[in-house]
């Protein structure tokens, strides 16, 4: 962040100056005491088992020049008259107010994705886009959330050009919090799809809650939605201003045809409805990797650039690990790691892209449990497992792994095999890691299925 004082801060949060020096210069606001400097802002956050008015000694001891506290009762003996204290109702409410009103000091564009799937690959493409030509900053790692979209935005510098921000959620009102803190210029929402639905009960609900980012959209802006998701289609309304959709499924504002993968990316043919059209190949896999960069694509063509520099662009583009990350073992295997997390929608697509990679190798499946699905959890399993037999020739081996995964492997009809637990798996998955093999690894992030590909790599 750029410096601002401590008497500009107490304004932003909406706080009172209990003690400090209101002239004394913050240089960065964390709320893990661990992440501290010589000048930062110590926000003492209370939640869960967890009060950071706990470390305001360490804090202090660490080079913080003072604190966002929300209890004066909890200031410790022995804390320097010279430490400055900010009080205020709630220091994580504060915090998200000091974000805010830090925020609208800039003027540059913001782009906001979400989404039920695909919006950190969406977030990185676009913004990889973007700074082939502009100065661009995108969320900080994968910070997307109540505490995370705050400390992204409290990164910004003045000498950028555009910023890219990915907004998360699992229950109502919580993109509508973020998204009136980052005010768009331009929103992209991914899809519409299972996950989270625990929280929600049905889809519509989903949908309902993703389009709480359309109101705090500037209404001068743009809004790009998936065209091939149903329920986007039904929220496109409530969005007034500039309204685009991109499809991979058929004519749109935007869309792609002649799509081929490869084993090093996909190939794909985009068309604009005002018939500008241009050869593409993508670094990434899997169609629904190619929607992700329809979207890019249009932001790019937004901002000016020209399609040789988006086109150049696609070819490099990397994205956050463990999304359909591929690399190959010592043993003359490949390994696919896309279990950063699942739901049956991104499930079935992870398992259709492998279907049509790596034809000259035997292709297994490591499949584990997905959560947050409600009370159609074993249901929505059983339901991936029929799925795969429509690929049950492509395929050599599925092995689950999980209590709800049974169902999966009940439900698929082709060869085997069953774990409850990832340790019980490991020396079967081993076994399978031999030249001519690719196995892919997909699970919900709870299942931490990283430690398997950990296990084969070494």
Known sequence: MHPISFQQVARMAEGLLLQGDPAQTIRSVHFDSRSLTEGSLFVAVQGGNRDGHDFLLQAADQGACGALITDESKIPAGLPASFGLILVNDSLRGFQKLSGSYRRQFSFPFVAVTGSNGKTTTKDVIAHVLSQQLATYKTYKNYNNHLGVPY????????????????????AGEIDLLASLVKPQISVITNISDAHIEHFG??????????????????????????????????SHLYDGKLLFYSVEGPADIWADEIEPTESGTRFTVHFRTGEHFPVFLSLHGRHNVSNA?????????????PETICEALKSVSISGMRFEVSPTAAGGVLINDAYNASPTSMKASIETFAGLFPERKRILVLGDMF??????????????QFIDKYKADFHLLIAIGEASRHLH??????????????????????????????????????????LVEA???
């Not at 935005?153 to 907004?167: D, F, T």
């Not at 309902?208 to 929220?235: F, Q, W």
């Not at 329809?294 to 020209?306: C, Q």
């Open 202 to 235: 049905t889809k519509e609900k989903i949908a309902l809650a993703k389009a709480e980012l359309l109101s705090h959209t500037d209404p001068d802006g743009m809004v790009l939605l998936n065209g091939d998701n149903e329920y986007l289609r039904k929220i």
């Open 294 to 306: 329809l979207a890019a694509i249009a932001i790019g063509r937004h901002f000016g650039l020209a």
């Open 152 to 171: 992204s935005l409290l990164q910004l510098q003045r000498e950028l050009e555009v910023a890219v921000l990915e907004l998360g959620m699992n229950h």
């Open 410 to 451: 009940d439900a698929y009809t082709g060869e085997k095999r069953y774990f409850p637990t990832k340790e019980e798996a490991l020396e079967s998955i081993k076994a399978l890691n031999q030249p001519g093999n690719a196995i892919l690894f997909k699970a919900s992030r709870g299942m931490k299925f990283e430690t």
């Open 456 to 458: 084969l790599k070494g």
């Open 372 to 385: 947050e699905l409600g009370e159609d959890s074993l249901k929505m399993h059983s339901e991936v497992g």
